[in-house]
Each structure stands twice: as structure tokens, then as C-alpha cells.
């Protein structure tokens, strides 16, 4: 997780065999559960808290981030506060998600929306190594 920025740490659960790419942001305020063998490509952000445009007191919120077993999510996604994505779910790159996405689903765009299904029959496990280290 090299240069990722972790916010409130201790409310963040990351499954096994995940990868968390370089530069990202994952924000725990409000509460983010990341599951096993999730790609969690380089320049992610991962953002549970937000402020109330309408707010004339500028009223902040925070609402959780779960992500499902197998998803991936592609280069420079942001993922806004209150989303779930299935297990199995693609998330292209410079994505911008702001609903729910469900399982085996593939979205991308800004905002993201559905642009084909993925096998649901994966077995794949993440292994990760940085040989040049």
C-alpha cells in the first residue's frame, strides 16, 4: 500500500489475498469492509464522509463502503459514500460510483453505469509480488 492515505483505520476490514494499489485513499470514517481477493487498482479513492451541500451549517454525514469478494476495481475509481459492490462486480477506470452495483456486474463512466455482466463462476485467488523490491 505504498503512498496510500488511510483514514480511521480501525473501522476499516480488508478480507485476504486483496490488493490495494499505490496512491489510493481509504477513508474508514465511516466504516469500510473490503472483501477477499478484491483488486484495488492504483489511485482509488475510497471516500465514506462528505458534507450536506443544502446544509447551511454545512452538516457532514458518513455512511459505510462494502465492497464484495472479487471485485475489481480499475484505476483512479472513486467510490462515494453508502455504495456496495457485489462480489464479483468490475468497476472501469475513472469511474465514479454513486449507487449500489450489484454482483457480477460490470459499470464504468462518470457516473458509472452498467456495461456488461462478468462470469459468475470465479475461483481465482490474488497473489501479489513485487519482485523488484
Not at 100 to 121: F, L, N, Q, S
Request: net charge positive; proline share 5%.
Amino acid at each position: 500500500m505504498l503512498h496510500t492515505e488511510v483514514h480511521a483505520p480501525r473501522e476499516i476490514r480488508v478480507g485476504a489475498n486483496t490488493i490495494i494499489g499505490r496512491h489510493c485513499l481509504l477513508d474508514g470514517r465511516g466504516g469500510l469492509t473490503i472483501g477477499s481477493n478484491v483488486n484495488i487498482t492504483s489511485h482509488a479513492l475510497l471516500i465514506t464522509a462528505g458534507h450536506d451541500p443544502r446544509s447551511t451549517t454545512f452538516e457532514g454525514y458518513q455512511a459505510p463502503i462494502k465492497i464484495g469478494d472479487r471485485a475489481w476495481l480499475a484505476s483512479g475509481v472513486t467510490v462515494l459514500p453508502g455504495v456496495t459492490i457485489g462480489a464479483g462486480a468490475v468497476v472501469g477506470a475513472g469511474s465514479v460510483v454513486t449507487r449500489d452495483v450489484p454482483e457480477y456486474t460490470i459499470v464504468a463512466g462518470a457516473p458509472a453505469r452498467k456495461i456488461d455482466d462478468r462470469p459468475r463462476d470465479l475461483t481465482y485467488q490474488l497473489t501479489y509480488r513485487r519482485d523488484w523490491l
